[in-house]
């Protein structure tokens, strides 16, 4: 198991679907699946309480990181952007107060501003960020982990880790 301490970001990255299976390894903590999956049929509000089952539901919390769900709380998920989508199933997964918060491959297909949106809504909480992307990992990761196959390659602390060849063009050639 990859170590996240208290209150840090880490960030493993790699191909062929290894970050998602160092991810899986986390089950039971407050996990986020790819795919933005929403209840789309529900409101925001509604979502957040799914993600609250059988705890209190401390909305403030939530809204105080996220005040953009906080305006939409009443709108049906299936009309929220991306991004704001992306938000939202990471709201719902603080909802159960996890000590860890597991994210599979949550840039995916998101603006440079959904990311930056992410980033600083996860900021300050303990992360691990499994994403086969760069973005995510540059804007929030205190420290980036590369997997290739299940061996881990390179873990370093982020301004370290992008500075190493294995993170520039050879990552983004081997991507293809």
Do not use: C, W
Not at 23 to 48: Q, W
Not at 55 to 71: G, M, N, T
Not at 92 to 104: N, T, W
């Amino acid at each position: 198991m990859i170590e996240v301490a208290d209150g840090t970001i880490v960030a493993v990255v790699g191909h062929d679907g290894a970050p998602a299976r160092i991810a899986r390894r986390y089950a039971g903590h407050g996990y986020v699946p790819p795919g933005r999956r929403v209840f789309g049929s529900l409101t925001v509000e509604e979502n957040l309480a799914v993600g609250a089952y059988r705890r209190p539901k401390r909305y403030d919390r939530v809204y105080e990181r996220f005040p953009r769900l906080h305006q939409r709380r009443r709108q049906r998920a299936s009309t929220l952007s991306g991004g704001e989508q992306q938000l939202l199933v990471i709201a719902r997964a603080l909802m159960g107060d996890p000590e860890l918060l597991v994210l599979e491959d949550p840039s995916a297909g998101l603006a440079p501003p959904a990311i930056r949106a992410v980033a600083e809504a996860i900021d300050g909480l303990t992360v691990l960020i499994a994403d086969g992307h760069l973005a995510l990992a540059r804007a929030a990761a205190q420290r980036v982990v590369l997997v290739e196959g299940d061996e881990v390659v390179l873990d370093l602390p982020r301004r370290e880790a992008f500075a190493d060849e294995r993170l520039g063009a050879r990552y983004l050639v081997s991507a293809g």
